[in-house]
């Protein structure tokens, strides 16, 4: 039979020891539930603090795209508000060369709107360069090189970019659709009045009647008058063949029907040859070369010139605001996206925030046993350390008296 010995000293270790790791776990418990946390390092729960760092990851991906998101929304939205005012420049251009074409006016007065033109074409130019907050180009496209990209002598004219990614919009819109997709003429056909023309006669813009005629012209073709026996006679193919000229009647060449108005003179001509494309400062600077120019030697008033070139500018005015109406349209629907978007970014981050909690965090039945061990736990201390100081008074003498 053995006899086991147990020293005073070694129960006081064992017991003091034992007090140490209740005090820890107190500790432990306390700094859970203060923190509202049942995981809060990856010993307490591997697999929930794996779910947990992947959860916030997520959560912090979805942060940076919605910063890149807001920053993209706010350049299209200043891009929008810009085509607006463009779009309003041009449609007072418009208005002023409408006034233009008053037959009262003489050509000082003219020359009093050119000023006004040039004025409005050089606003437009301004607001087509206009830059973001990180000195970009608005409109610049693909182009990041140049800092003045309109007009570049055809050079970093560039389509739009796309969007990049699943949460990201476009920084920057279209300028080579807006600026620089326009057309002479009516978009298909262009009339030209002959430099010679001594006569009183304009044409409108044609109405296409035979797209695929239209389309095949490939040579321009001369719309040629002459004085005939029963009045004012026209020809389209050369001479060959001529017929009575009404001002104000439908001559039709290449599928189109062309309107021409006024007295022309024998000799005149009218050209008709394909549409060209042409940028809206072009075009803008076309017109006021019309309005400037529309005075004879003598002072008076070129009024075939200055109406045909009128009605030329005005039609080609009209493509290139829809060319700028179709962008501010893109960046409507930029704008709409980035809204989806960002709703989607706000619902998969309440998704993924409740799956981090569901991992780390206690639930409300959680917490409520939490806090019941915190509380039991701590009496179980209080009644290990005054169990501790009552037993560390005994002693051989404390038992004999």
Known sequence: MSISRLGTANMYDRTISNIS???????????????????LRASDDP??????????TRLTRMETDQRMLDAQTATIKYGESTLGEINAAVQEFRSLLVQAGNGTYNQTQRDTLVEQLTSLRDQILKY?????????????????????????????????????SEYTITNSLDGALAFFSGKTGNGVLAVEIGAGNTGAAWADAGTIRDPAAATALTTPIDITFQAGANG???????????????????????????VITGEPKAG?????????????????????????????SDGTTDHGALAHGL???????????????????????LLNQAERMGNTLLARNEQVEAQRV????????????????????????????????????????????
């Open 21 to 39: 790791k209740q005090q820890a776990e107190l500790a432990s418990q306390m700094e859970h539930a203060s923190a509202g946390k049942r995981v």
């Open 47 to 56: 697999v929930a603090a794996a779910q947990a760092e992947r959860a916030r």
């Open 128 to 164: 087509s360069n206009r830059t973001d907050s990180n000195g970009l180009p608005l409109f610049r496209g693909l182009d990041t090189e140049s800092s003045m990209p309109f007009p570049n002598g055809g050079q970093g004219i560039q389509s739009g970019q796309p969007n990049s």
């Open 232 to 258: 004012m006679e026209y020809s389209t193919d050369g001479g060959t063949t001529w017929a009575s000229y009404k001002s104000g009647d439908a001559i039709s060449v290449a599928g189109m029907d062309l």
């Open 268 to 296: 005149d001509t009218f050209t008709v040859k394909p549409s060209e494309s042409m940028s809206i400062f072009d075009t803008l600077s076309q017109a006021i070369a019309t309005v400037k120019n529309s005075g004879n």
């Open 311 to 333: 009605a030329k500018s005005l039609a080609e005015i009209d493509t290139q605001l829809n060319r700028v109406s179709t962008v501010r349209g893109v960046a409507g629907d």
């Open 358 to 401: 569901a991992a780390e965090d206690y639930d409300a039945e959680g917490m409520v046993k939490a806090l019941s061990q915190l509380k039991t736990q701590e009496t179980a201390v209080s009644a290990a350390l005054q169990s501790y100081a009552s037993i560390q008074k005994l002693s051989l003498f404390n038992y004999i008296n």
